[in-house]
């Protein structure tokens, strides 16, 4: 009597760990690990190993600014995501009022500015080259984040502090720096930095009609005071890093003061 023969194991097996593959494919872990693996080549590639460790280091420090600065007020967050070639991102949902919106957004610079601090002492006292690049990269990287350029974080502060005034004439006049410094952007060499631009333009007509109705709760005079001078604070305590370090001759600062010139 004939017996019949087991259906062959390898297909079930097969089958069994493409889903268990989908499902890590799909978990939220998995593809931000990807994304940093991926971000860390590319770059390594462009630049050099230690540069784009640094500028990793740099990147997640910022981003973890604005995500404690989510939780502060209580707002659910998704994580920091790193996109290859460009930047990162604190996803979270949005926020509630204009001052939460420029906290949130002010946080990612402060963070970096105390990560710049930290190593230009951890260097002072070691001297490590590395240890200056890190302080050189996150001093830069957070100057440019400042920059009052939608959806960057000083184009967040900007239209924060534009939409609580409630001005018309403001809100024009942001527009169209916004277009003049998007211009600038192209044709100095900024293409990155001009293509957010565009993004933030975009955001901002998209507002137009609805811009005297907005509904989230406005900062009052002084509250707008405040956020300007803690902005602008801010930005000059980074571009005196920048200089402090490249009087230094640290690592790294001749690319920040190029940058700065420019």
Not at 9 to 15: I, P
Not at 158 to 177: D, E, M, Q, W
Not at 182 to 200: D, N, Q, R, S, V
Not at 232 to 252: C, K, N, Q, R, S
Request: glycine share 10%; proline share 4%.
């Amino acid at each position: 009597m004939n017996q019949q023969v087991p259906a062959p194991k390898g297909r079930a097996r097969l089958a069994v760990m493409m889903g268990i593959g989908l499902k890590l494919f799909k978990s939220i872990k998995v593809v931000k690990v990807a994304l940093i693996g991926m971000a860390l080549s590319g770059w390594t590639i462009l630049l050099s190993f230690e540069f784009a460790a640094t500028l990793l280091a740099a990147l997640m420090f910022h981003e973890y600014g604005h995500i404690r600065a989510m939780k502060h007020f209580g707002i659910p967050t998704k994580g920091i995501y790193i996109i290859p070639f460009v930047g990162g991102i604190a996803v979270g949902e949005q926020p509630k009022t204009h001052w939460q919106d420029l906290y949130i957004a002010m946080m990612g610079p402060v963070f970096g500015l105390v990560m710049t601090l930290a190593f230009f002492v951890a260097y002072s006292v070691t001297e490590s080259h590395f240890v200056g690049l890190v302080a050189s990269v996150s001093a830069l990287l957070n100057l440019v984040n400042l920059l009052p350029v939608l959806p960057l974080d000083g184009g967040r502060v900007v239209k924060a502090l534009v939409y609580s005034g409630r001005s018309r004439f403001i809100y024009v006049g942001l527009v169209v720096i916004s277009a003049l410094l998007i211009l600038y952007c192209f044709t100095h060499g900024f293409a990155l930095i001009g293509f957010f631009g565009i993004m933030g333009l975009v955001d901002l007509l998209s507002d137009w009609r609805s811009f005297d109705y907005d509904p989230k709760h406005k900062l009052d005079t002084y509250g707008i005071v405040f956020s300007l001078v803690w902005y602008l604070l801010t930005a000059a305590a980074l571009i005196g890093m920048i200089v402090w370090l490249a009087a230094l001759e640290i690592p790294g600062s001749e690319l920040a003061m190029a940058i700065l010139g420019a």
